[in-house]
């Protein structure tokens, strides 16, 4: 929990390019072995599923 200041000072960073958010993409056939890792702990950031190819 944070204050309204900290809120937007986390904002202020985001817009600034400041942050950088830690995605992985992966395919559905690996929906096994992610829920390994989560379970494990071993995941790091997001992972986005790629469901269908382009």
Do not use: S, Y
Not at 19 to 42: C, S, W, Y
């Amino acid at each position: 929990m944070g204050t309204r200041k900290d809120m937007q000072e986390a904002i202020a960073f985001a817009v600034e390019g400041k942050v950088r958010p830690t995605v992985h993409m992966a395919r559905l056939e690996d929906i096994n072995a992610i829920f390994d890792q989560m379970r494990k702990g071993e995941i790091e950031g997001r992972i986005v599923l790629q469901i269908a190819t382009p």
